[in-house]
């Protein structure tokens, strides 16, 4: 039988090649071996995206780029979060169990407030909805980047708790993380975010893409000089895009006369290859709006079959029936 795999993406803002290869790259990888449900993420983006236009049009672009990497509407079940009510109400459910010096302890929320970013309720809360978007589905594997590992253990922790006071009802996830890219790089060496301002964007035009990939951050060594491939982030981001050619940059790194922008080169020449399938299909999917409709309804259906379950053993059981 298959194993049911849940994940997700905000749709906090256009994708790079982080959340790409960090987690989205693995639900097309995992679609063919799990019953998967993806969804777009939209209440979690109300942390940082405060315009509804903006919100309605990121969602919307998140599906598109769903679809545009390769999931398959046939195989996996693609829903947008706000479509399935019952998971807010859970979320209420899980808020009177846990504490808040528990929720404290995210990495997440501490990285965001130290950097001064005003921590609102919901950016404080983000862990427990997390947890409601997993455990309502019965997730018994969730594929992450290694930023949101926390987040799954904490919903392991709730799920817990849950069934110590209740009775069993939920599952408790396996994190699953590509060990390869559990950290992919930013331009400038970082972990690749949007709150660093380092990204290069999956689905930028050409000229956006070369920009980004021409301020990667190097050192000030000549093209004839030695250089340490593992400290070099241009060599790092592609061995990701092109592992089967990784070998030629390295050793030109390694013996010298490669120089950073003959190697930046042959980093954008590799992102525009790979991207190059992926606009063709989303562009395939924005020009068939019907058809990317029909998708979210049976999408929504399904989740909401799941859910509408779920949510009535946990009334019973709670006292709210």
């Not at 049009?57 to 693609?78: H, M």
């Not at 018994?140 to 987040?151: F, N």
Request: hydrophobic fraction near 40%; include cysteine; charged fraction near 30%.
């Amino acid at each position: 039988m298959k194993k049911r795999l849940v994940s997700a993406m905000q749709p906090s803002g256009k994708p790079h090649l982080g959340n790409y290869f960090g987690a989205m790259k693995q639900f097309v990888d995992m679609q063919e071996e799990s019953d998967a449900f993806i969804s777009v993420v939209n209440y979690h983006a109300m942390t940082t995206v405060t315009d509804g236009k903006t919100l309605r049009e990121n969602t919307r672009d998140v599906v598109l780029d769903y679809l545009a990497i390769g999931l398959d509407p046939e195989k996996i079940t693609l829903f947008v979060q706000s479509d399935v009510p019952e998971l807010t109400e859970l979320t209420w459910i899980f808020n009177c169990l846990v504490t808040m010096p528990w929720l404290a302890r995210a990495h997440a929320f501490k990285d965001k407030t130290e950097k001064g970013i005003e921590a609102s309720v919901g950016l404080f809360d983000y862990p427990v909805l997390m947890a409601a978007d997993i455990l309502m589905m019965d997730a018994q594997i969730v594929p992450v980047g290694q930023d949101q590992k926390q987040h799954v253990e904490m919903a392991r922790e709730v799920a817990r708790k849950f069934n110590n006071q209740y009775g069993d009802t939920f599952v408790e996830p396996e994190v699953v993380i590509r060990e390869d890219v559990s950290v992919v790089p930013g331009t400038d060496g970082q972990k690749m975010s949007k709150s660093y301002g380092n990204t290069i964007p999956l689905f930028g035009t050409d000229s956006e893409i070369k920009k980004a990939v021409m301020g990667i951050v190097t050192d000030s060594k000549e093209p004839a000089d030695k250089k340490d491939p593992d400290e070099v982030i241009v060599y790092k981001i592609y061995k990701l895009i092109a592992p089967e050619k990784s070998e030629e940059m390295k050793s030109g790194l390694e013996a010298g006369g490669l120089g950073y922008g003959d190697a930046k080169k042959m980093l954008l020449e590799a992102i525009l290859e790979m991207v190059a399938p992926m606009r063709e299909k989303r562009e395939y999917y924005e020009q068939n709006s019907d058809l990317v409709e029909d998708i979210l309804k049976k999408g929504k259906q399904k989740a909401r079959s799941v859910a509408e379950i779920k949510m009535q053993d946990v009334r019973e059981k709670v006292g709210l029936l």
